[in-house]
Nanobody, 126 residues
Framework: QVQLVESGGGLVQTGGSLKLSCEVS????????MAWFRQAPGKDREFVAR????????NYADIGKSRFTISRDQVKNSVYLQMNSLSPEDTYVYYC???????????????????WGQGTQVTVSS
């Protein structure tokens, strides 16, 4: 059974940084493309960033293109999201997700992803 566990969320002031982590177990991590999404209460889940199974390709939503960096560590079976210059508009629950083969290009749709973590809350104070 594939499990994704996020960590690293918390409370940070405007302009601050956070690094989210997501550890994957129960599957072959190196086969999954990985992504981060975020969601506010009552709203749809929103794409943030995606990294290919090899780590060789990344894509970002406009919201994070210059501020967020997605990366992965194949040894630690983990994917990360470094977030800089945070603002209150970045206050969401952040989820990591895994896309098992065959991969769906650079998909930004939540429906593409097969496995999800439980989410980690990020709150940015003004």
């Amino acid at each position: 059974q594939v499990q994704l566990v996020e960590s690293g969320g918390g409370l940070v002031q405007t302009g601050g940084s956070l690094k989210l982590s997501c550890e994957v177990s129960g599957g072959t991590f190196s086969r999954y493309a990985m992504a981060w999404f975020r969601q506010a209460p009552g709203k749809d889940r929103e794409f943030v960033a995606r990294i290919s199974w090899s780590g060789g390709r990344t894509n970002y939503a406009d919201i994070g293109k210059s501020r967020f960096t997605i990366s992965r560590d194949q040894v630690k079976n983990s994917v990360y999201l470094q977030m800089n210059s945070l603002s209150p508009e970045d206050t969401y629950v952040y989820y990591c997700a895994a896309d098992s083969p065959p991969h769906s290009g650079d998909s930004t749709s939540p429906a593409t992803y097969d496995y999800w973590g439980q989410g980690t809350q990020v709150t940015v104070s003004s």
